[in-house]
């Protein structure tokens, strides 16, 4: 028998974007964050955070981000939209309602969940934390992971003409 204490004292928000170009290696970017049960506070990623994730990605990368969302209701925010229309380096596709086959994230997601987290009691959300960075990091070192994630989906990096 395993006892679990009830009620978490927090909720973990994760987001990561899966970088290809042809001819280089596939890159992993990852933020998270911690929420705790504060009066007024958000329990998830606001646009603001996803906007800033899309902003370091264009920093690390040195070049255009086309981002290929889900139709998650905050990557279909007004002002998420609008930002990426003020700014010619960041492209914006959103998949077709309920296409998760063809998100490649979804892969990264299930590496995680089967290869790291699988049989895990968690302590806390830090330990939470602090596995899936583990978790995360590995599959950064790893580039043919992050390619297979793409190769799953069947979708084909073409570079533009």
């Known amino acids: 028998m395993v006892r679990v204490r009830g009620g978490s004292?927090?909720?973990?928000?994760?987001?990561?974007?899966?970088?290809?170009?042809?001819?280089?290696r596939s890159r992993l970017i990852h933020r998270h964050r911690l929420h705790t049960r504060?009066?007024?506070?958000?329990?998830s990623f606001?646009?603001?955070?996803?906007?800033?994730?899309?902003v370091r990605a264009h920093l690390q990368l040195r070049g255009p981000i086309v981002l290929i969302w889900d139709?998650?209701?905050?990557?279909?925010?007004?002002?998420?939209?609008k930002y990426a229309a003020d700014h010619d380096w960041l492209t914006v596709v959103?998949?077709?309602n309920y296409a998760p086959d063809l998100n490649p994230v979804e892969g990264i997601w299930s590496l995680v969940r089967h290869g790291f987290t699988g049989n895990v009691a968690f302590t806390d959300a830090d330990h939470l934390v602090r596995t899936i960075g583990h978790a995360l990091r590995?599959?950064?070192?790893?580039?043919?992971?992050?390619?297979?994630?793409?190769?799953e989906t069947g979708l084909v990096i073409r570079p533009r003409k």
């Open 38 to 43: 504060r009066k007024g506070e958000r329990r």
């Open 46 to 54: 606001a646009w603001t955070d996803y906007r800033d994730l899309a």
């Open 138 to 151: 590995h599959i950064q070192r790893r580039p043919h992971l992050i390619e297979g994630c793409l190769a």
């Open 71 to 81: 139709n998650l209701n905050t990557h279909r925010a007004a002002d998420l939209r």
């Open 94 to 96: 959103q998949l077709p």
């Open 9 to 24: 004292r927090g909720r973990v928000s994760i987001a990561a974007l899966a970088c290809y170009k042809p001819g280089e």
